[in-house]
């Protein structure tokens, strides 16, 4: 009956010529794949020498991909068409929170011993980690007011608060940047940057270009 209906609602979008609605389960399968994965590299010895590590820089990354895939939601339901993509959006930057937390507790708990002390010393002596915690200052409000009965509540200020993903996601890049810095390792945190410039830019020229005079 479920897969009868979900059919049909992707022949549906087909014959407008859109792409087929993506399910939730794609979501959370994309979601929990980071998780899944870290279970089975652990079951089989796969997480290298230094275990600890790879987990702080694989939360990392993983954060920092879901954020740009929250943030590509919209260009993409502009560029299709298909607005039931933005169910996806709020799950996605759930599923980006998600993995900063587990980031940050693994830097609190593998890299400082889970001493307050060491933590607030690092805050403050290593740029990068300074960088970070505001990334993740910009992205509590935005996963704390994310229910329904948040929107509702703050009505217009809720679109307001939430243009704080930008900033969040502009500190982010910069505290990848910064910490490879310290390798002289560039390459990656520059790729994503590159992709971040043009997720923002197609946003500013889409509007730029609705906000337009027709003629
Ligand atoms: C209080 C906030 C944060 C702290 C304390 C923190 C801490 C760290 C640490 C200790 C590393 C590894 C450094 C090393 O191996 O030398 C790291 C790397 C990284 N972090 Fe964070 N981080 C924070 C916030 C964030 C946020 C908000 C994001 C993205 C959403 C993020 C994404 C990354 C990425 C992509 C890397 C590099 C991984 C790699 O090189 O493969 N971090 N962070």
Redesign the pocket.
């Known amino acids: 009956m479920a897969t009868r209906s979900l059919t049909s609602r992707a022949a549906a979008s087909a014959r407008r010529g859109g792409i087929p609605r993506i399910p939730s389960i794609c979501t959370h399968a994309c979601g929990l794949f980071p998780l899944l994965r870290w279970v089975v590299l652990a079951w089989f010895g796969g997480l290298g020498v230094n275990p600890q590590?790879f987990l702080?820089?694989s939360s990392?990354?993983w954060?920092?991909a879901l954020?740009w895939a929250t943030l590509a939601v919209t260009p993409l339901r502009w560029l299709t068409g298909q607005g039931s993509l933005v169910r996806q959006r709020r799950k996605l930057g759930l599923y980006a929170f998600f993995y900063?937390v587990l980031?940050?507790l693994a830097?609190a708990v593998w890299?400082r011993g889970g001493a307050p002390a060491a933590m607030w010393t690092d805050l403050w002596q290593r740029d990068f980690?300074g960088v970070?915690?505001l990334?993740?200052l910009c992205?509590v409000p935005l996963a704390a007011t994310s229910t329904q009965g948040w929107i509702r509540r703050l009505g217009r200020g809720w679109k307001r608060l939430h243009l704080l993903i930008y900033p969040a996601a502009c500190l982010?890049v910069l505290?990848?940047d910064w910490?490879?810095a310290g390798k002289n390792d560039f390459l990656e945190p520059r790729v994503y940057a590159a992709i971040l410039a043009l997720l923002l830019g197609y946003r500013v020229v889409h509007r730029w270009r609705r906000s337009r005079p027709l003629r």
Do not use: C, K, Y
């Open positions: 590590e702080i820089r990392g990354i954060a920092l954020l900063t980031h940050v830097w890299d980690i970070g915690a990334a993740v992205l982010s505290h990848f910490m490879r």
